[in-house]
């Protein structure tokens, strides 16, 4: 079994700055890749960021987040700066790990909150 857990979220006035991580545990062979989604309110789960060999953002972050890893750890963050309210959302952790047995599965962590006051 794999545990992602999250830390970093809360709530920031807009033009704000937060980082988020995730660090996963457990019956670890290798990460293949790791992400941000987030989810506000009435609206559906979208892809923030990616970190799978390269990058990849969502058109409405690029150039305010970044993700970055931490392999030795097995963590990920995503640096937010320049915060919008429409940011405002729970935000999720994503990894696609091969286990001890060899098989890629993908986890979730419990999501953080993330607020941005206007």
């Known amino acids: 079994q794999v545990q992602l857990v999250e830390s970093g979220g809360g709530l920031v006035q807009a033009g704000g700055s937060l980082r988020l991580s995730c660090a996963a545990s457990?019956?670890?062979?290798?990460?293949?890749?790791m992400g941000w989604y987030r989810q506000a309110p009435g609206n559906q789960r979208e892809l923030v960021a990616r970190?799978?060999?390269?990058?990849a953002y969502a058109d409405s972050v690029k150039g305010r987040f970044t993700i970055s890893r931490e392999n030795a750890k097995n963590t990920v963050y995503l640096q937010m700066n320049s915060l919008k309210p429409e940011d405002t959302a729970v935000y999720y952790c994503?990894?696609?790990?091969?286990?001890?047995?060899?098989?890629?599965?993908?986890?979730w962590g419990q999501g953080t909150q993330v607020t941005v006051s206007a």
């Open positions: 970190s799978s060999g390269g990058t």
């Open positions: 994503n990894a696609k790990v091969v286990t001890l047995l060899g098989t890629e599965y993908t986890y």
């Open positions: 457990g019956s670890i062979f290798k990460i293949n890749a």
